[in-house]
């Protein structure tokens, strides 16, 4: 009895097309990791001089370089808080209304103005801050600093301005609400429909089915969202600069004019007349930053693969 084996298989042949596309996809993936680590080595190459420097040698420092960028870090992280506390559940609300709620010319409408929305120059929401919404506001900071001034964030003195840490929060949080719409309303339309038809012939309503359905399809889609929005509000310059009145403090009140400033807005700020380690030590609280935000995206990336076998990645 003879034993036949079967026939190597034979490669696919590639094409000069096939080649040309899988080296510029393999190019352009790697020039992402190239630089990365490009500006990785510029910000501590050029952070080291700004870690060690003292007030005798870089004279936007009070004592030393932790003591400066203390603060700064501070604002940064509490701004972003605030606007994505803000800005997350809006856009989730949004995001549903558009995808399962609202008639389709509507929706086809309201998508178009959300990613016209994201598409403003920040430099606009600033002056938007700073012209409208601060001497809009602060008339609201007045009363509940009177009527609500035992709550520890209302309370202290209030800024005649409007121009406080939650007027650039709110800021941040008008810009980052588009983006964070955005992606959520393309996952809330891919949630299955067989699963959504499934929990509506249950006798669920249309918001059970939502809970039910689209929500848990959605979580890891959720975080993905807010970690971008909270990136961006992270590394906001411009709206920052312009609408918050800076003090360099750490301090949780809300309403008043001493106010921490957030890393972006203090080096675009004084980095024009920076000069010698000045310049070492504004790089090297930009180094800080990059960290913060490195973080910030790790952590997203972890809650997102815990969360996958829930969703729609499988």
Not at 15 to 33: E, K, N, Q, Y
Not at 85 to 98: E, G, H, R, T, W
Not at 160 to 188: D, Q
Not at 297 to 310: D, G, H
Request: glycine letters at 8%.
């Amino acid at each position: 009895m003879t034993s036949t084996t079967a026939p190597a298989p034979e490669k696919p042949k590639q094409r000069p097309g096939d080649r040309v596309f899988s080296g510029t996809a393999l190019f352009a993936g790697s020039m992402i990791l190239v630089t990365l680590a490009a500006v990785t080595i510029f910000l501590v190459l050029q952070s080291l001089p700004g870690f060690t420097a003292t007030s005798e040698n870089a004279s936007i420092l009070q004592s030393n370089f932790w003591a400066y960028v203390g603060p700064l870090a501070f604002g940064t992280i509490w701004a972003s808080i605030l606007a994505l506390i803000m800005a997350v559940p809006l856009s989730v609300c949004v995001a549903l209304f558009i995808s399962h709620y609202a008639p389709r010319r509507l929706a086809q409408g309201l998508g178009y103005l959300v990613d016209l929305l994201a598409a403003v120059p920040s430099v606009v929401f600033g002056l938007w801050g700073i012209l409208v919404l601060a001497p809009a506001i602060q008339p609201v900071y007045a009363w509940l600093n009177t009527n609500a001034g035992w709550f520890p964030l209302f309370s202290g003195t209030v800024s005649a301005t409007g121009r406080t840490i939650l007027t650039a929060a709110v800021v941040l949080a008008v810009m980052i609400t588009p983006i964070i719409t955005a992606i959520c309303r393309e996952i809330f339309l891919q949630t299955p429909v067989l699963h959504e038809e499934a929990a509506l012939a249950l006798g669920a309503t249309r918001w059970e089915m939502i809970r039910m359905a689209v929500f848990p399809f959605g979580r890891s889609g959720i975080v993905s969202a807010s970690m971008l929005g909270l990136g961006r509000a992270l590394g906001e310059t411009m709206a920052v600069a312009l609408v918050l009145s800076a003090s360099g403090v750490i301090s949780l009140q809300l309403f008043t004019a001493e106010n921490p400033s957030t890393i972006p807005a203090n080096i675009a700020l004084t980095f024009p007349e920076a000069y010698g380690f000045n310049v070492n030590v504004l790089i090297a609280t930009g180094l800080v930053l990059f960290i913060v935000t490195f973080a910030v995206n790790a952590l997203a990336r972890y809650i997102v693969s815990r969360r996958k076998e829930f969703s729609g990645a499988n």
